[in-house]
């Protein structure tokens, strides 16, 4: 205690100094705890986007094999009706699932009777579509209008009605209930084309895939197939994404003991966008935190310094009446201490008050490789904000340690005697 009560009045000696310090290494906290508050909301942002806007579920489940060799024999690699029946059996049992959902892709040529270009589409029933998309609707902040742009709708009535993603729809000049035909192959390796209707269009988000995209009824994926009841994987959403990984593991548990080979995959694997954002961002965060933290260290290194050398005759003084070297040390250590600990204070104030201006601005904009807006916001990271704070009290008080220990060894006389 009396340490600490020493330590604040060295602080209080030269205001200037340590004011100057205390800024720098809060607005060096600061700067961290925004960057990881704004990546932060980026990962939830396109995690949910994955999940609920990319309809991949938090689970895929599928034949072994069919992420590889299914595309060259999709016969041998389709879930039959038996196969779904005996999966969902299975997945009954088990807590925390809320919905499943057979899913079947399907690839071929869409024409408007003039013009044919070729399209991606992802077989779904149109119950288990919005049951995935709930997610998204169950948002109350800025980022529900944002989401809202990428709704997939299709037709429970009509088996025949289809959505088209917008630049598909407008690549072929179909307006809503615009009429046209899909060209494919069957299993077997026959074409099969039927009419459909456009019911409704949506955005993928993704510059990439918003002229390719469609999603049609299962039942008339099946039926352009030419398959009974099969399906190439079945999408599981559960009530908890924190859930997913202990959920893979019970199920292939579960799957494994009847007798089922089936590869399990986390929203995770398949989100390639996902994996490679994080990856840049969490490069950038580091690259970020070396230089804040290399400013900080200098800044408080040079500032314990300038302390240090103005207090060698209160040090020899100190050492003179009876305070060993460890206590020397362990002075202008709380002194450092206390200062990062003040300032990160200030730094996670200054934090608070600059998330809630951008939070509050309502600012907007377009990401690389995307077709719609997205907000700008900041979350708070507190497990980034704890890390920070723990490792810029131990930098600072290394930066303190190393000239106080020099200070400290320095012979009494001598250090009575520096002017």
């Known amino acids: 205690m009396n340490t600490f009560r020493l330590a604040l009045r060295g602080l209080s000696r030269n205001r200037r100094r340590s004011l100057v310090t205390l800024l720098t290494i809060a607005f060096g906290f600061a700067a961290i705890a925004l960057f990881a508050g704004y990546t932060h909301n980026v990962y939830d942002g396109l995690a949910r986007q994955a999940v609920h806007g990319e309809l991949l579920g938090h689970l895929t489940l599928s034949k072994r094999g069919m992420s590889k060799e299914g595309k060259l024999d999709p016969e041998r690699y389709l879930l039959t009706a038996a196969d779904i029946a005996r999966i969902r059996d299975v997945l009954r049992d088990q807590p925390g699932i809320e919905l499943v959902a057979p899913r079947l892709a399907l690839s071929g040529i869409v024409s408007n009777g003039r013009a044919s270009t070729i399209f991606i589409a992802e077989g779904i029933e149109p119950a ?10 169950a948002l109350q902040d800025i980022r529900r209008e944002a989401f ?8 429970p009535e009509h088996a025949d009605v289809v959505a088209l993603s917008a630049g598909l729809a407008e690549l072929l000049h179909l307006p809503l209930q615009g009429q046209a035909a899909l060209l494919v192959n069957t299993l077997h390796g026959q074409a099969n084309a039927m009419d459909i209707t456009v019911g409704s269009t949506f955005t993928t988000g993704n510059a990439n895939t918003n002229d390719k995209s469609a999603l049609i009824p299962l039942a ?9 009841g099969g399906a190439d994987r079945l999408t599981v959403l559960l009530d908890d994404i924190a859930r997913t990984e202990r959920m893979r593991e019970r199920l292939g548990e579960a799957l494994r003991a009847t007798g089922l080979d089936i590869e399990i995959r986390s929203w995770q694997d398949l989100s390639d966008f996902y994996n490679q954002v994080h990856n840049m961002f969490n490069m950038i965060f580091g690259f970020i935190f070396s230089i804040v933290l290399t400013v900080v260290v200098m800044g408080t290194a040079n500032s314990m310094s300038m302390t240090v050398i103005e207090r ?8 003179a009446i ?5 206590g020397v040390l362990r002075l202008f250590a709380a002194e450092a201490m206390l200062l990062t600990l003040v300032s990160c204070a200030v730094g996670l104030l200054i934090t608070i008050a600059v ?3 951008i939070n509050a601005a309502a600012i907007s904009y377009v990401p ?6 997205v907000p700008l916001l900041v979350d708070l990271d507190f497990a980034r904000i704890a890390f920070t704070l723990v490792l810029m009290l131990a930098v600072g008080s290394l930066a303190a340690w190393l000239p106080a220990r020099r200070a400290a060894h320095q012979a009494i006389p001598d250090a009575l005697g520096h002017n």
Do not use: C, F, H, V
Request: aromatic share 4%; proline share 4%; no cysteine.
């Open 220 to 228: 008339l994926t099946q039926s352009l197939y030419d398959i009974d």
């Open 312 to 319: 060698t005759r209160e040090i020899g003084t100190l050492r």
């Open 322 to 326: 009876g305070l060993r070297r460890g």
């Open 128 to 137: 288990a579509m919005e049951g995935l998309q709930a997610g998204l609707l």
């Open 368 to 373: 690389p490789n995307s077709t719609s807006p």
């Open 148 to 155: 809202m742009r990428t709704l997939k709708k299709l037709d």
């Open 355 to 357: 998330r809630y201006g």
